[in-house]
């Protein structure tokens, strides 16, 4: 169950105030569709550590959008200023890099907030068309 963060506040201020355990807050919240596991769960976090927030660092460390990356893959996937057409594709950053594309993908969309976009193969056309 996810609780927002103000659904966390309540239960840590209903348990610090007025000592409600879980089954007392299932029953003065029916409303709220907590369960009796999730609400055990909040309530054991905040009698071991005194909070209710998630620990610093407890999520997956972001290995690949470090800053040498991003930079590099943004010095790469642009044009120069007086060479057009000198952008790489995500492939070639990929070679370049040795960063998997994927995350190559996701640098470029998220942390430079650009979009990628494959090379299309068109009809050259002539003045008679």
Known sequence: MVFTTEDKEL?????LLKGYGAHRLLAEFPTKNWTLGGIDYVL???YRTGTT??????GRPNNTSTEE????VE???LSQE?????????????????IYQCSVVRIIHQD??????KKRWAQELTDAN
């Open 44 to 46: 054991k976090k905040l």
């Open 112 to 117: 430079l907030s650009l979009k990628c976009l």
């Open 69 to 72: 990356n991003v930079s590099a």
């Open 53 to 58: 927030d998630r620990k610093t660092g407890s």
């Open 82 to 98: 007086n060479k057009p057409q000198t952008h790489s594709t995500t492939c070639q950053l990929t070679r370049l890099t040795g």
């Open 11 to 15: 239960i840590k201020n209903w348990y």
């Open 75 to 77: 010095e790469l996937i």
